[in-house]
């Protein structure tokens, strides 16, 4: 197999470089046109070299950069093929009724069963194995079957795989849909998940779950005993709304990890990115794109959160163009986040959104290189406020640039400690789990990082002092202390007072003295083992129960 092929539907002869075969026929990893076998195809190349206003030359700098981006891509994704064998067992909901599709797919061994909007109390399953919960003259029963097509379709019953409205699907239409999706059905893992940042995995309380909110379908599910969420590959469509309102990074896209984003935004150096979804139609634009724009194409368009906003603006050095009909809730917050920080340190738009073609021509207009923002960087193994937070700081620099708002759905804030009733038990630094509180051995102190906290809040559930921790949401700051560790609560090392060995802090050790000690005022051994490390608390007890033995013997 060859690397990249191109296949000329152009009137014109078209320069390109000599690593890009041109031809009629063969298999290519990436080409510009479905024409040829491939295993990625790559639309926005004949887009780009049928609307840019670049020169020859550039054009065909240009066009492998393109192929290349899309190279990486398909060499750095995660995403897994599945495939699933279906039968042939169809139950059709319609209240106007479609007879004729009925019959037709009947013709082409499918066994269909037909229901009313009536009859369908509940479905349940994926395809393949659906079973639909059926109500008919006060009789409750299930069927089983592998695809259920209904006609305006109630929100539940568009959530699992196999599921399908048809009401602007023509007969034809319909019956080439399951024809695709049988005898194999196949889908893909989207998604990949590390359970050790989730804010929801394994929590005494509930803390989060935005993913299984945004999720469309019932591809993302939590399970509230055990606190573990569930994943449903063969129902998940790929869309990413839950990667972009993950606060910690557990979720990332599968066909364009963080590692391949960065490794693709870095080809877009001293380029204008315009990014574009799969699913928008490239064909019918007629416009032309000014020097230097260059497409970025993505599978989905919900999954881009700050991250990936600020790595591809930083690495290109430019504004950035959005080509969508629609932003996700997190996405959405990501680009309010994003353009206040633009608009505070360079006055001008960082991302513009075009949800059409009328606005897509007036970005494109707007859209150019920004002087002092160009910034490459490392992001290997950091996780996704990590990098933020490191591009970010290089933005702020030694300045204080003040503040930016955030969203409901992508949370900043910090966190305050109460010195003075902070006993340093350190169960905040445990339920930590993105080690933004982190124990400082050296100084006996808790340290905090609030470029990196998700604002979860498991840390005010879990101490045990009342009034202690405070979490102050909403906004992030722009100033150089806001990405380093700060010291939140301090405290010395309390010694015994048998041994002299440093063993607890001194408040935790007075907390206890102060609870215990009216119990055991009578008892001036016990009053002591108060202030004992472990070893010697037992010393001390053994020791005075001989004693009292001695004397009672000697008494005796």
Same mark, same amino acid.
């Given at each position: 197999?060859?690397?990249?092929?191109?296949?000329?539907?152009?009137?014109?002869?078209?320069?390109?470089?000599?690593?890009?075969?041109?031809?009629?026929?063969?298999?290519?990893?990436?080409?510009?046109?479905?024409?040829?076998?491939?295993?990625?195809?790559?639309?926005?190349?004949?887009?780009?070299?049928?609307?840019?206003?670049?020169?020859?030359?550039?054009?065909?700098?240009?066009?492998?950069?393109?192929?290349?981006?899309?190279?990486?891509?398909?060499?750095?994704?995660?995403?897994?093929?599945?495939?699933?064998?279906?039968?042939?067992?169809?139950?059709?909901?319609? #209240?106007?009724?479609? %007879?004729?599709?009925? +019959? *037709? @797919?009947? !013709?082409?061994?499918?066994?269909?069963?037909?229901? &009313? =909007?009536?009859?369908?109390?509940?479905?349940?399953?994926?395809?393949?194995?659906?079973?639909?919960?059926?109500?008919?003259?006060?009789?409750?029963?299930?069927?089983?079957?592998?695809?259920?097509?209904?006609?305006?379709?109630?929100?539940?019953?568009?959530?699992?795989?196999?599921?399908?409205?048809?009401? #602007?699907?023509?007969? %034809?239409?319909?019956? +080439? *849909? @399951?024809? !695709?999706?049988?005898?194999?059905?196949?889908?893909? &893992? =989207?998604?990949?998940?590390?359970?050790?940042?989730?804010?929801?995995?394994?929590?005494?309380?509930?803390?989060?779950?935005?993913?299984?909110?945004?999720?469309?379908?019932?591809?993302?599910?939590?399970?509230?005993?055990?606190?573990?969420?569930?994943?449903?590959?063969?129902?998940?469509?790929?869309?990413?709304?839950?990667?972009?309102?993950?606060?910690?990074?557990? @979720?990332?896209?599968?066909?364009?990890?963080?590692?391949?984003?960065?490794?693709?935004?870095?080809?877009?150096?001293?380029?204008?990115?315009?990014?574009?979804?799969?699913?928008?139609?490239?064909?019918?634009?007629?416009?032309?794109?000014?020097?230097?724009?260059?497409?970025?194409?993505?599978?989905?368009?919900?999954?881009?959160?700050?991250?990936?906003?600020?790595?591809?603006?930083?690495?290109?050095?430019?504004?950035?163009?959005?080509?969508?009909?629609?932003?996700?809730?997190?996405?959405?917050?990501?680009?309010?986040?994003?353009?206040?920080?633009?608009?505070?340190?360079?006055?001008?738009?960082?991302?513009?959104?075009?949800?059409?073609?009328?606005?897509?021509?007036?970005?494109?207009?707007?859209?150019?290189?920004?002087?002092?923002?160009?910034?490459?960087?490392?992001?290997?193994?950091?996780?996704?406020?990590?990098?933020?937070?490191?591009?970010?700081?290089?933005?702020?620099?030694?300045?204080?640039?003040?503040?930016?708002?955030?969203?409901?759905?992508?949370?900043?804030?910090?966190?305050?400690?109460?010195?003075?009733?902070?006993?340093?038990?350190?169960?905040?630094?445990?339920?930590?789990?993105?080690?933004?509180?982190?124990?400082?051995?050296?100084?006996?102190?808790?340290?905090?990082?609030?470029?990196?906290?998700?604002?979860?809040?498991?840390?005010?559930?879990?101490?045990?002092?009342?009034?202690?921790?405070?979490?102050?949401?909403?906004?992030?700051?722009?100033?150089?202390?806001?990405?380093?560790?700060?010291?939140?609560?301090?405290?010395?090392?309390?010694?015994?007072?048998?041994?002299?060995?440093?063993?607890?802090?001194?408040?935790?050790?007075?907390?206890?003295?102060?609870?215990?000690?009216?119990?055991?005022?009578?008892?001036?051994?016990?009053?002591?083992?108060?202030?004992?490390?472990?070893?010697?608390?037992?010393?001390?007890?053994?020791?005075?129960?001989?004693?009292?033995?001695?004397?009672?013997?000697?008494?005796?």
């Amino acid at each position: 197999m060859k690397e990249f092929g191109f296949y000329n539907d152009f009137d014109d002869t078209i320069m390109l470089n000599e690593q890009i075969d041109i031809s009629k026929e063969g298999e290519y990893l990436v080409s510009n046109s479905p024409k040829l076998k491939a295993n990625v195809v790559a639309n926005e190349i004949n887009f780009y070299l049928k609307n840019s206003e670049d020169s020859v030359l550039d054009k065909a700098k240009n066009t492998l950069l393109l192929y290349e981006a899309r190279a990486n891509a398909f060499d750095l994704a995660r995403d897994v093929d599945h495939e699933k064998t279906v039968g042939k067992n169809v139950v059709l909901v319609s #209240n106007v009724g479609r %007879e004729n599709l009925a +019959n *037709l @797919l009947k !013709e082409n061994g499918f066994k269909v069963i037909e229901l &009313t =909007h009536f009859e369908v109390k509940f479905l349940y399953g994926a395809a393949g194995e659906l079973s639909v919960i059926v109500l008919r003259a006060n009789d409750e029963f299930e069927i089983d079957c592998d695809f259920l097509l209904v006609e305006n379709a109630r929100d539940y019953m568009l959530k699992q795989s196999g599921c399908y409205e048809i009401a #602007n699907m023509s007969d %034809e239409d319909a019956l +080439n *849909l @399951l024809n !695709e999706k049988s005898p194999s059905f196949k889908y893909k &893992t =989207h998604i990949s998940y590390d359970s050790t940042i989730c804010q929801y995995h394994e929590r005494r309380q509930e803390i989060c779950g935005r993913c299984a909110e945004v999720c469309p379908t019932v591809a993302i599910l939590k399970e509230d005993e055990t606190k573990h969420l569930v994943f449903s590959h063969i129902d998940c469509l790929g869309c990413g709304g839950c990667i972009s309102v993950c606060p910690s990074g557990a @979720l990332d896209y599968s066909h364009m990890p963080r590692n391949s984003f960065v490794d693709t935004a870095k080809m877009y150096k001293g380029k204008i990115p315009l990014i574009i979804p799969k699913k928008m139609n490239l064909e019918k634009l007629s416009l032309k794109l000014p020097q230097n724009v260059l497409p970025f194409a993505i599978e989905g368009e919900k999954w881009l959160h700050e991250s990936h906003f600020m790595t591809l603006l930083q690495e290109s050095g430019s504004s950035v163009i959005f080509y969508t009909d629609f932003a996700s809730k997190g996405t959405k917050d990501a680009i309010l986040i994003v353009n206040q920080i633009y608009n505070i340190k360079f006055n001008r738009q960082a991302i513009e959104v075009a949800m059409n073609e009328s606005e897509l021509k007036d970005a494109l207009q707007r859209a150019s290189l920004i002087d002092g923002s160009q910034h490459s960087m490392s992001e290997y193994a950091m996780p996704k406020r990590e990098i933020f937070a490191k591009r970010l700081e290089w933005f702020v620099g030694d300045e204080n640039l003040g503040v930016v708002k955030t969203g409901e759905n992508i949370s900043y804030g910090t966190v305050e400690i109460n010195r003075d009733s902070c006993t340093l038990c350190l169960s905040c630094v445990g339920a930590c789990n993105v080690s933004a509180l982190v124990a400082d051995s050296k100084t006996n102190s808790i340290m905090f990082n609030p470029s990196i906290c998700t604002n979860c809040g498991y840390c005010e559930l879990s101490c045990a002092e009342k009034d202690t921790i405070v979490l102050k949401r909403g906004q992030i700051e722009l100033k150089p202390e806001y990405f380093v560790y700060n010291e939140l609560a301090k405290d010395e090392l309390f010694a015994c007072v048998e041994c002299g060995k440093e063993f607890a802090t001194k408040k935790a050790v007075e907390k206890i003295a102060a609870i215990m000690s009216p119990k055991f005022a009578n008892d001036p051994v016990k009053l002591k083992t108060l202030y004992c490390c472990s070893d010697c608390k037992a010393k001390v007890m053994v020791k005075a129960q001989i004693e009292a033995m001695h004397k009672d013997i000697l008494n005796g």
